[in-house]
């Protein structure tokens, strides 16, 4: 049987009683060698878990942040297989740490499902949160991925319906993605409180881990979500880091941010290593 990350880690997170700390970062940008030196510099300034975005032509579901990150990468014509490529290498250097890819649908269809799926699990894929595909329309790509013990993560937002939030929490496995608020990612000043109403409701469907993502961008927003969820989910605060980071002082500055957010100071990042 394959070992379950997804599941370690945030039995780890309870026992320890603390919020959990989920980052985004694409694929590739803004060069493929920056994401294997960024992944496990980010696992050690605290990052509980990494979603690796798979870039694509059109991210619909992305504010202008990522949507840069994922232009610039597909101008390097970094594909899907590399993605999977990078996730190979990365996890003999965080073996326990779970690698998820975030992406949409377009070009996994492409790819072949039996092939994808067949790969990811090859290259140590923990899961997939196929982003601009609804839950009435996943089933053979979950069924793959099943066969291939690569979980599914399913997103829910305050305008998903009681019918969707109870049908996505029957078939969910690992975590499920709460998007607190309608239109786009990007870092906010505040935590939309319709994501709290949503993780009441999704709350009375389930017990897996809730994890709440778009507009998360300091370590007061993370705490503030994990009152009532299991983690908080960063993407658009990091790669805007990223963006505007020297490449080489991009690591630094990378970590420094997730540090903060993980509430780990820079010190004690050091002394771990």
């Known amino acids: 049987m394959s070992r379950d990350r997804i599941k370690e880690t945030f039995d780890a997170i309870a026992q320890q009683g603390r919020p959990g700390l989920i980052v985004f970062i694409t694929a590739g940008h803004p060069d493929r060698e920056a994401t294997l030196e960024l992944v496990p510099a980010l696992v050690e300034a605290g990052a509980d878990a990494v979603e690796i975005g ?5 991210p619909l579901a992305e504010g202008p942040v990522i949507q ?4 610039l990468a597909v101008q390097q014509q970094v594909s899907l ?10 996890r003999d250097i965080v073996p326990d740490t779970p690698l998820i890819l975030m992406g949409y649908y ?15 699990q090859q290259a140590g ?13 996943v089933r053979p790509l979950a069924r ?13 937002a305050p305008t998903s319906t009681d019918e969707s939030i109870e049908a996505v929490c029957t078939d969910a496995g690992g975590f499920i993605y709460l998007v607190s608020l309608t239109g786009v990612t990007g870092a906010r000043e505040q935590v939309s409180e319709r994501g ?15 994890a709440v993502g778009f507009g ?33 002082e991009l690591v630094e500055r990378a970590s420094r941010l997730v540090s903060e957010l993980a509430g780990k100071s820079i010190a004690a990042v050091g002394e771990s290593a």
């Open 54 to 58: 798979i870039p694509f032509s059109d």
């Open 68 to 71: 840069e990150s994922s232009f």
């Open 81 to 90: 297989q590399e993605c999977l490529g990078m996730v190979a290498q990365l």
């Open 106 to 120: 377009n070009p996994i269809y492409n790819y072949g499902l039996s092939r994808f799926a067949h790969e990811a």
């Open 125 to 137: 894929v923990d899961a997939l949160i196929p982003v601009d595909l609804p839950h009435a329309e």
């Open 144 to 156: 793959e991925c099943a066969d291939h013990s690569v979980h599914i993560i399913y997103l829910l």
């Open 196 to 210: 709290f109403d949503l993780l009441d409701r999704v709350r009375a469907h389930t017990d897996l881990p809730l």
């Open 216 to 248: 998360i961008s300091n370590r007061q927003h993370v705490e503030r979500v994990c009152e009532q969820a299991e983690a908080a989910i960063v993407g658009s605060a990091l790669v805007r880091v990223m963006l505007e980071s020297p490449r080489d």
